[in-house]
């Protein structure tokens, strides 16, 4: 794929995709970039005794098209759906970069305050309020909050959302009102 010269253009690399585990994104300018990724791919992948799987396959594009995928012979060997957003690794991946970040940090504080209330309501009824509670906000909550989010830039709000809720949860394994002061 980095031998296509396909992809983004991030500082002077050309990126045709991005991969997690057995998961692949690919990376293209146009639609034409993309079908000829997805054919690199699908290619690669037969020869590899692999499947794309087309229950999990989307294209997220603005471009109406059919998305076909083709072998070395050019033969569809299966169509993409398409789709204006997806969800890949518990975050909406959308159309533009800044909407992703828009919703993985709306979500993200979203998600800060259900574990607040789970956390609170289960170490209450805890032999150790404090231990549960600390246990359960590092362990559950921190890494449920936070996936996802490796490419995502938190702005100051955002992070001060987080701590603030971050500071609730303390003052409540402290014992001492929510109106205290940090």
């Known amino acids: 794929l980095s ?16 991969f997690f585990a057995d998961d692949i994104i690919l990376c293209a300018k146009s ?16 020869r590899l005794k ?28 299966l169509t ?3 789709v204006l957003q997806y969800r890949y690794l518990g975050v909406n991946v959308e ?7 828009k919703t ?3 979500t993200a504080i979203s998600t800060a305050k259900k574990y607040k209330g789970g956390v609170i309501r289960i170490s209450s009824s805890g032999p150790d309020k404090t231990e549960v509670a600390e246990a359960m906000w590092k362990n559950i909550a921190i890494p449920s909050i ?16 987080i701590e603030s809720i971050q500071a609730q949860v303390a003052k409540f394994m402290l014992s001492v009102p929510i109106s205290t002061s940090n």
């Open 95 to 101: 159309s533009t970069a800044m909407d992703i970040a």
């Open 31 to 46: 639609r034409f970039e993309l079908k000829f990724l997805l054919r690199l791919v699908n290619i690669h992948c037969q």
């Open 3 to 18: 031998k296509s010269g396909k992809g983004f253009l991030i500082g002077d690399v050309k990126i045709p995709a991005l």
């Open 104 to 106: 993985k940090r709306t």
């Open 80 to 82: 993409l759906q398409q």
């Open 146 to 161: 936070l996936t996802g989010t490796e490419t995502i830039i938190f702005d100051e709000k955002t992070i001060t959302s």
């Open 50 to 77: 692999m499947e794309l799987s087309e229950k999990k396959s989307k294209v997220i594009s603005p471009e109406e098209e059919v998305w076909a995928v083709l072998d070395e012979e050019d033969n569809i060997t």
